[in-house]
């Protein structure tokens, strides 16, 4: 299971608090810490539905290189 590390204290969290659709391709996850209470977001990019994918080949996203870094990840602090 993938699991969320707190960016202060490095404990975990597994699931945000709030998910919400931003475009068909983008995601954005509210998370905060329940021990110690910092609260960031992250950003989940999807590949675009009209790119063919063949199911025997790692998908590579737009430049984003090896297939693990196909998910282009955002942490910033809430304002």
Known sequence: MDTTS???CGATII??????H???RRVRNVW?????????ET?????SPSMAVDDDEPLD???????????K???SLLD
């Open 6 to 8: 707190c960016a202060q």
């Open 15 to 20: 699931a945000p608090i709030w998910a919400e």
């Open 22 to 24: 931003v475009s068909e």
């Open 32 to 40: 905060s810490c329940e021990q110690c209470g910092y609260e960031f």
């Open 43 to 47: 950003h989940v990019y999807f590949a």
């Open 61 to 71: 996203v737009a430049g984003f290189g090896e297939p693990k870094d196909a998910v």
């Open 73 to 75: 990840f955002e942490q």
